[in-house]
């Protein structure tokens, strides 16, 4: 099977890493050429366009930063698409716009697939990350062996769209968590509790998640690089807020989110790294939530196995 792979930035990179380093035929294309130069270093091939990876390509999977970006892709492949095609959007996007461009595929005759991420970028690196898969269960049978080199836990989760979905809850779930656990951290530190304790204290009881255990440490470091930027956070709470709206929910949490990570880009710049966020307690405060001992960087230290298929339980 030929893969071609669209996208070679953060998690993008990492993911066509973990297809090299299996043995994956893959083909790679993206904007800026020294990314691609690096992959075919490794042994890639220059997909050159996207036009020529679906021509080539039995699968081709893109990763891209915005809807925007990936109708711009698909655009030039679509007149490519044709039986035994399969397309695999791994960005956070927009589930109407995957509909759409998906319905564009299936009628062309290939098949889509939204195929989101989970976990990190460190767990990305190591082909442990989650993955969730909307697609009909035919292809996901097909598509499954490609997707365990990729990632650790994979969910089908139904149809075409219901994936992007669920990644962006669970995107506004990782966001609603750093801005309550900078919230706690500033508040023990004006209370003069250890940090290091309190990272502890956290981690070890009911106020848990998989936001504090991972970029909780980058914050008392100093760190403060998750390679996650304040505008794909944005886009990604804006996307469920778009949902909430599209269904009449009349979410309270969600707006007061999304006024926080734009004072954020305003104070530190659009493309800040998410986690300073924490800055804006530290400048409201004078205090610094910082503590020894906690790493620059994320490093996933689980070895790297074959994923498996996840599945849910559907009853009722």
């Given at each position: ?5 669209i996208?070679?930035?953060n998690?993008?990179?990492?993911l ?5 380093r ?6 790679v294309?993206d904007l800026?050429?020294?990314?691609v130069?690096?992959k075919?270093?490794k042994?890639?091939k220059?997909?050159k366009?996207?036009a020529?990876?679906m ?14 970006a ?5 655009a030039?492949?679509l007149?490519?698409?044709g039986p035994?095609?399969?397309?695999l959007?791994?960005s956070t ?5 995957i509909?759409?461009?998906?319905r564009?595929?299936?009628d062309a005759?290939g ?10 970028c460190?767990r ?19 598509i499954?062996p490609l997707?365990t ?13 219901t994936a992007?979905v ?19 951290m500033?508040v ?6 250890n ?7 956290i981690?070890m009881s009911?106020g848990?998640?998989f936001v ?7 914050i008392l ?5 998750v ?6 956070v944005q886009?990604?709470i ?13 979410l ?5 989110i999304?006024d926080?990570?734009a004072?954020g880009?305003?104070?530190?710049g659009?493309?800040a790294?998410?986690d300073?966020?924490i ?6 405060t ?12 994320l490093v996933?230290d689980?070895?790297e196995?074959?994923g498996?298929?996840?599945r ?5």
């Open positions: 099977m030929k893969v071609g792979f996208g070679l930035g998690v993008g990179g990492k066509s890493g973990s297809l090299l299996n043995g994956v035929d893959l083909y294309h800026d050429p020294a990314l130069a690096g075919v270093a042994g890639a220059d997909g366009t996207p020529d990876l021509q080539v390509c039995d699968v081709v999977i893109t990763c891209l930063p915005s809807p925007a990936s109708a711009a892709v698909m030039d492949m007149p490519h698409v035994g095609k399969i397309w959007e791994m996007t927009d589930a109407a716009e509909a759409r461009l998906g564009a595929v299936i005759g098949a889509a697939v939204d195929c989101p991420v989970s976990g990190g460190h990305a690196d190591t082909g442990n990350i989650s993955i969730f898969a909307g697609c009909d269960r035919p292809t996901f049978e097909r499954l997707l080199v990729m990632g650790r836990r994979i969910l089908h989760t139904g149809d075409l769209g992007s669920l990644k962006v809850m669970t995107n506004y779930l990782a966001t609603v968590n750093l801005i309550s656990v900078c919230e706690a500033t023990m530190k004006a209370a003069d509790i940090l290091a304790t309190t990272f502890q204290a981690s009911s848990t998640s504090h255990e991972t970029e909780s440490q980058l470091s100093g760190a403060r690089d390679n996650f930027t304040m505008d794909l886009k990604d804006g996307l469920f807020q778009k949902l909430a709206d599209q269904f009449s929910v009349p309270e949490i969600s707006p007061m999304i926080i990570i004072d880009q305003k104070r530190y659009m493309r790294q998410s300073r966020i800055e804006r307690l530290e400048d409201a004078g205090l610094k939530i910082l503590a020894d001992g906690f790493p620059q960087e996933d689980e070895p196995e074959r498996y298929e996840v849910a339980n559907v009853n009722g």
